[in-house]
């Protein structure tokens, strides 16, 4: 007999640790059900195990474990999959598979279940989270460019060298951060016919526009700015192609002519008269407020920065509390990034700690699974990378607030102690970097003990685990 085939896919917005847990989620199911299995991921490290025509032809069912738009979605079309977020297939894997493989290829129950409790929430963290995800590498590869540079002159003069050129091309790489966000939102709206037109609102969110036009009182509307006009073009956009009824030869005109000079007005009249002006008065106020509050603004501000960041790992709320950081940083001595960094890292570092830490104090309260886990987590964080913790808040929520006590309580030890750090670059090789990297290292160590200790003592052994 003939063994049922389930095909898959999984793309997460950072291509780390959704991708991969979602895929060997799949895997682990269709196995211990004697299922023939193969799932394409769409991660950091390009598409592997890429389905073929044939694969998706003549498969039962295929899932789609998707939170970003992925490459070639068309070879879909005509298989009805079931699509599903990352951590919603993590989390209900038991009961979405078996309904998948049920209905085959036919629209299943529980793709309809899922698509219906789609909250408009969910839709606006969708979007945002697929500009990010294209957001990441702009920020990733402008902070090596300036790190690569930064180093180097630790150790010569860099002027008029190429290292000075890295340097530079790092920083006005990092200003192509808010369009590529602000443009891959609406992308992920309306298509490419919105991608163009707000790539340049986002362009008019952030200095670049301030430096090309000679504005001296403008200030930016960055962030907030760039998530709205990528959703009012994006929007605007599809409302445009949807209700413009033209004839099949006139089409060329509408979409080439006619969408994009309706769009682009719009988008430079809002961004100029509504957009800039409102967020742009709200970024200077909190800067004038946490700058003349001194230490006591730092601190405050670090501390919601680093909750913000150690929140839910890699997710939205951490991407929003990144992106905040990245803006402002700069700003004023207030603003750097310390709190972004720290909260990146202090989190799986303590779970990595905690895992080396098991069993040696009082009675083990991982499996060996989650040890080998956890010392992973050690190694994520160590290179910037705080998905490595996931695990085990998706076991136990109640571990977040323990996340974010340990990453605020490092931060707030950088700020007592008078710690900067103005580059991107999480990573162990970006703490020299920084104003002080002895305390700097100090800060991630209390955190990440506080993280360590308090996971092994909440944590019930593992004999008494059901």
């Not at 899922?114 to 969708?126: K, L, M, N, P, T």
């Amino acid at each position: 007999m003939t063994k049922k085939k389930l095909v898959a896919v999984t793309a997460c917005p950072t291509g780390i640790a959704h991708t991969f847990m979602a895929a060997k989620k799949i895997k682990s199911w269709a196995e211990k059900h004697g299922f023939e299995v193969k799932v394409e991921t769409q991660g950091s490290d390009g598409v592997k195990n890429r389905l073929t025509a044939n694969d998706i032809a003549t498969a039962d069912a295929v899932v789609l474990a998707i939170d970003v738009p992925i490459m070639e979605m068309e070879r879909f079309d005509n298989s009805k999959p079931l699509k599903v977020r990352t951590q919603e297939l993590i989390k209900r894997a038991e009961e979405l598979l078996p309904a998948a493989m049920k209905q085959g290829k036919d629209k299943s129950e529980a793709a309809a279940v899922y698509e219906e409790e789609r909250s408009a929430y969910q839709v606006f963290i969708g979007h945002i989270m697929t500009g990010i995800s294209y957001m990441l590498p702009v920020v990733v590869l402008g902070g090596l460019l300036m790190a690569v540079a930064k180093i180097t002159g630790e150790f010569i003069d860099i002027s008029g060298t190429p290292f000075e050129t890295l340097d530079r091309l790092g920083f006005m790489t990092m200003k192509f951060m808010y369009p590529i966000f602000a443009g891959y939102l609406a992308y992920s709206i309306a298509g490419k016919p919105a991608l163009i037109p707000a790539f340049i609102g986002g362009v008019m969110s952030d200095e670049v526009y301030k430096r090309f036009f000679g504005i001296e009182t403008w200030a930016p509307s960055g962030f907030f700015g760039a998530i709205a006009i990528g959703f009012l073009v994006g929007y605007l956009v599809r409302y445009l192609n949807d209700t413009i009824k033209v004839k099949t030869e006139l089409t060329t005109l509408k979409t080439m002519l006619l969408v994009p000079l309706v769009s682009g007005v719009v988008m430079v009249l809002t961004m100029e008269y509504a957009i800039n002006p409102f967020f742009g008065a709200l970024n200077q106020s909190m800067i004038t407020l946490f700058t003349e509050a001194g230490n006591a603004g730092r601190g405050v501000y670090s501390m919601v920065i680093a909750a913000g960041t150690a929140f839910d790992l890699g997710g939205p709320v951490n991407k929003a509390a990144g992106s905040v950081a990245l803006g402002l940083n700069g700003m004023s001595d207030s603003f750097d990034l310390i709190a972004r960094e720290l909260g990146i890292v202090i989190p799986p570092i303590g779970v990595g700690l905690a895992a080396m830490l098991d069993g040696r104090f009082r009675p083990r309260v991982f499996s060996s699974e989650e040890q080998t886990v956890g010392k992973t987590s050690l190694l994520l964080g160590l290179i910037g990378i705080s998905e490595g913790a996931i695990p085990f808040i998706l076991k136990n929520p109640k571990m977040i607030p323990i996340m974010i006590l340990g990453a605020v309580l490092g931060t707030q030890a950088a700020v007592l102690m008078g710690v900067m750090q103005s580059l991107p670059l999480p990573a162990v090789w970006g703490w020299f970097l920084s104003s002080d990297p002895v305390n700097y290292t100090l800060s991630v160590i209390i955190g990440s003990s506080f993280v360590a200790v308090a996971l092994l003592y909440c944590t019930k052994p593992a004999s008494s685990q059901a």
